[in-house]
Structures are given as C-alpha cells and as structure tokens.
C-alpha cells in the first residue's frame, strides 16, 4: 500500500525555564487519520501541538510534515495546507462574523476577498450552525458562539480538497464552552475532515467523545507518553488509573463499536 502524507514528530522534548514539558514524545499523524490526544491539565498537551504546528521549536527531536523537516516551510506554505484552532482566541475589534471566517482565507488571498473566498467563509459557518451569525458583531456573541465562529475559521483555512495537497486540522480543546450538541457536531465536522482525507489532530477532556470519534488515542502524562492505539487498545482501567488517577469501568456503547467509560464515584 502507498504511504500516506503525514505527520511525523522524532523523540520530542521540550524545556522551558529548566522544566520538562514534554520528555522523548512521538507520534504520527497520517491523512485521513483523527487522532485525540488527552491526559491531565499540565500534561503537556498544548505544547505538544504547538510544536506540532511549528509555533514552538522543540529542545530536542524533530517534526516532520510530507517528509519536509517542518522548519523548511516557510509560514505561507504551512498556512496553506494545515489550520490551528488554539485553546485561546482572543479578538476584541468590533469585526463582523464574516470578517473573522474570511481571516481563515488569508493564506489563498491574492488582493482582496473573491466571491469563492467568500462563499467558503458560508459553507464553513454553515457547517458548525452558525450561518444566523453571519452579520452579528464578534464582541457580541457567547462564548460558545465565538468558539464556533473561530472553528469556522480554521476550516475555511484549508477548506478546499485538492489532489495532491494533504490538509492538516488541530484543534485545541474546541468542545470547550459548547453545550454537549454542538461538542457533537464539532466532532463530526472533525470526523468528516478526517474521512475527507485530512490529517486531524483534537486535544480533548471527555474521554467518551475520543473513543467515539477517534482512530487512534494518545495518552499524555507529566509530559510522556503513556499509550497510544486504537480506543479499545488505550481505554481500559489499567491505563486510565494510570494516565489520569482515577478508578473506570469499561461497557458497551449503546449507539457505536466503541467503549463507553464509566467514571467511579470517589470514596
């Protein structure tokens, strides 16, 4: 079978101020692949993202992007064909919905905004229900309303599904602030991308919305690795005692082929 494009990050490590926040991490992340990386606050997560992206140079390792070392690219090339939704999205200026979907163009703009950019800038709040927000003011809206129109964005980044050009989608927490409705709904348009080909890494808190959705699953604890596989590979007692502390059990999701966790009541 051919290689897919992918991801690749070599023995990652990462200090800052002396501390070790990431400590010998790989992993890859193929196209058409969702992977869900979770663990406990302070895991590292975010960080392991940003490096992923290219937003933060490792202490040590090495990521790779389509066989490229990810500091060949320049910023254009890497905005072309991979989106981050970050954990934070901060916007204060009084730009309309649309504005703010149509930063997500930028890469592909040459002049000013075409028709086509604009109606990407449509079918991606389409796609996350946000077309009723097209004409409202940003500073406006709730704060899941806003994290659905800055998912928008990142969609409308690397909307277009040309042959040839692998996509790369990360997102950062985006089911925060969003009622369980809408955390579905983010995870299917993930689940889509995914099964359109794109390369989809989520850093997610339910561990039940990862085994339902996800391909693979990465564990992160105190900056390391603690399993990575298939949800029924990674999701069993043993290693969520171990990644998060906590006592579960393990049934049959009534709806999918997948584990279903069951947290037990503290003592």
């Known amino acids: 079978m051919e290689d897919r494009p992918l991801i690749e990050a070599r023995d990652i490590a990462v200090e800052i101020h002396a501390r070790r926040i990431l ?6 992340l193929s196209a058409g692949e969702l992977l869900a990386v979770l663990g406990p ?19 040590r390792g090495s990521v790779l ?6 500091s060949d690219w320049s910023l254009p090339e890497r905005a072309r064909v991979r989106a981050v939704l970050p954990q934070d999205s901060t916007l204060n200026f009084p730009f309309t919905v ?35 927000l097209e004409g409202r003011l940003y500073p406006t809206l709730s704060g899941g309303e806003r994290q659905r129109v800055h998912l928008a964005r990142a969609l409308a980044q690397i909307w277009e599904r040309e042959q040839n050009r692998a996509r790369y989608l990360f997102l950062d927490e985006p089911t925060a602030n969003l009622d369980p409705a ?3 709904k983010t995870l299917k348009i993930a689940r889509r991308f995914a099964d ?7 850093i997610l808190h339910d561990l039940n919305l990862a085994a339902q959705y996800a391909d693979r699953v990465l564990f992160l604890k105190d900056g390391r690795a603690t399993a990575c596989g298939t949800p029924p590979e990674v999701f069993t007692p043993a290693l969520i005692r171990e990644t998060f502390d ?22």
């Open 23 to 28: 400590d010998d991490v790989s992993l890859t």
């Open 196 to 202: 359109e080909g794109a390369g989809v890494l989520i």
């Open 246 to 267: 906590v006592e579960a059990s393990l049934v049959a999701h009534p709806f999918a082929a997948r584990p279903l966790i069951v947290w037990r009541a503290g003592e």
């Open 98 to 132: 649309t504005e703010v979907v149509l930063m997500g163009r930028a890469p592909h703009i040459r002049g000013t905004e075409s028709a086509c950019d604009y109606e990407i800038a449509r079918a991606a709040l389409a796609a996350v229900d946000g077309a009723h």
């Open 65 to 70: 992007m389509n066989d490229r070392n990810l």
């Open 41 to 59: 606050n302070g895991a590292g997560k975010s960080t392991l993202r940003k490096v992923l992206c290219g937003d933060l140079e490792p202490s």
């Open 182 to 184: 809408h955390q579905h």
